[in-house]
């Protein structure tokens, strides 16, 4: 099975979408790491047994002739609060929850008699909501990059094949070397990591220079808490982004790839090492693909977690067996980057985007989202919100409709008081910002940043100062010390903040704070370090009066901050028994009896024995 | 502490990667996997056969958060503390667990040798929060209660 020229590869095509089409019903289950942990592998493999016991089970290769059922471990769906997920098609049910001893149910009824089974079905109050498509966590979801996730099965490269895959490479060596820079220029296709830098810009750059050795890099060093976008696409449809990688290392010259995958992601791991493989097999990685002349080796490297390798040229330092650490810049990585060769580096969503723009245009393209940022952007949404997931939306979507009509507004009906976007190099976003669009742009004009895609929603009961302190503990622990500013001066960030935290804070160290937040931006070596204080900057613009109430007032009004916490004695309900004040060890407790007691803050050790005492449950913690 | 007849597992990892001085990461995280933990006789001896200076590798080595110069318990389990499990309190977890096997600040493993416990930015199971993972599986929505239960289905099966 040798996609040898195109020709061959059509033909391929041709016989697995043929039995693909003799998958007469099809069970998808969710097998993304979210699925598995709740156990969809045994799920999987049940369906595989009944349907081998009830019917007929079709495979999709070259000798699948009788039609039957298909079951599939497809990537993740992106809803993993509510899974593990089973999709049937083509009815479009999506199954919530399923556990094991669901499947006999759900085979019975929905594969033999063409029922729904109601009970693991998603409602909207009473009504039950029956296609996938419908519920409001995807209705408002525009799903191109992640338009396979969930809906092939993510281990197969003959369904890639079968869904048009490797068909944007055929069409781009026939495009042409120019031609193809061209259209992702101006696609307008924007980097995915973060920055937003012009991929066709990159490509272009690359293409003009001297040295004719050059590589291909992709950055799958997703290591930003709180985002998934990344591992779901190398998890769901790892084709995708080979192909994206074949098509920038054929348009800018290139014959070897990298793709840098952080530790923490083993199956993800799993998953590529196999597409890498199926690829070879079928001649689409190696020499003279697709009888073009076009020549292309790709391998895989593993981080082991560190997050600076995220950069640029930390991770090709570390490709090449060396501390990821980053270097001085010019030159920059399209002029020297992987072994001192120009090299191409995106992130796994800007290639996969690219096969993609290349099947449909770059006019096609624009057309999505607003003008400067085109097409779509993947978010993780996390945190103390409803529909926790991964989705995907047009750039240009409000803050509004993500969290409120996507995601189903905050936890257990809480206010929503910030999200966190971009993760520690990003900032944060208040109620005043709920209209703003999602784009490169208007971010950054807000001090905030898309990263790489993470929003993790905060209710009321989030303290932003320790917020801050989380991120800023992030940072020093990742900071790869070579640069001054950002090795001592995120230590002394992280010194003041815990200091607030703590209680022991004063006004000045908030001036202080944003003097070195000043400093260590303009001074520090790499990205990590010159965003390192944008948490901190963020909070300190829209919600001063928290530091204001911890550092004056030493008050923490979330009752996160332990040691600002305060015990106090309801009036009303106190009788003036005198229990509390003879259980106080520092005899902070005092009062007459039969009148309501009083607790000395300044001797107060917090330890909550007066707590325990009252009988009237008059003392509370606030 | 490594009996010679070892070192053909190490040699075997070198061939693998057919004694690349590039494939340094790679090579010390098989014999991360294979061992638990890093030994330094092992390390002199990659070192040694890969022609790199004894401080090059220990650089590598102790660079990456991953490696370990210490053993580790039979059961790595690793609490996620990224932002989405910390805002949905992972850090009571991890004191639960740490309180449960007597463990604190500098101490990570016990002395049984049976668990390793160590704090992991964000192991990309967001959705889930909060998550810890035992070697590599994933454990999600989890909470003091659940774990504690886990640590004794985990104590009674290696007993």
Known sequence: MRADSPKTLEQLRESYKNALSLQKKKILVCAGTGCVAGGSLKIYEQFKKLAEKHSHLVEVNLEAEKEGIGVKKSGCHGYCEMGPLVRIEPSGYLYLKVQLGDCDEIFEKTILNDEPVIRLMSKNENEVIMSQEDIPFYKKQTRMVLENCGHIDADSIEEYIAKDGYSSLVKAIKLGQDEVIRIISDSNLRGRGGGGFPAGRKWAQVKRQKETVRYVVCNGDEGDPGAFMDRSILEGDPHKLIEGMMIAAYATGCKEGYIYVRAEYPLAVERLKKAVDDAKKFGLIGGNILNSGFHFDLHINQGAGAFVCGEGSALTASIEGDRGMPRVKPPRTVEQGLWGKPTVLNNVETFANVPIIIRNGDEWYRNIGPENSPGTKAFALTGNVNNTGLIEVPMGTTLREVIFDIGGGVKNGKEFKAVQIGGPSGGCLTKDHLDIPLDFDSLKKLGAMIGSGGLVVMDSDTCMVEVARFFMNFTQNESCGKCVPCREGTKRMLEILERIVAGKGTEEDLETLEELADTISKTALCGLGKSAANPVVSTLKYFRNEYIDHVVHKRCKSGTCQALRRIVIDAEKCKGCSKCSRICPVSAITGKVKEPFEINQEKCIKCGACIESCAFKAIREE | ?159
């Open chain 2, 1 to 159: 502490m490594y009996m010679p007849g070892q070192y053909s597992k190490v040699d075997e990892i070198l061939e693998l990667h057919g004694y690349n001085k590039s494939s340094v990461i790679a090579i010390i995280q098989d014999i991360q996997k294979e061992f638990r933990y890093l030994p330094a006789e092992i390390l002199s001896y990659v070192a040694k056969k890969l022609g790199l200076s004894e401080a090059k590798i220990y650089s590598v080595a102790t660079f990456y958060e991953n490696f370990s110069l210490e053993p580790k318990g039979k059961y790595v389990i690793r609490i996620c503390d990224g932002t989405a499990c910390h805002v949905r309190k992972s850090i009571p977890i991890l004191n639960a667990i740490k309180k449960a096997l007597n463990l604190s600040g500098k101490k990570h493993t016990t002395d049984d040798m049976l668990f390793t416990v160590e704090t992991v930015s964000c192991l990309g199971a967001c959705g889930l929060a909060p998550v810890i993972t035992v070697n590599d599986t994933v454990y999600p929505k989890a909470t003091p209660e659940s774990v504690i239960s886990l640590l004794n289905e985990l104590k009674e099966k290696s007993e």
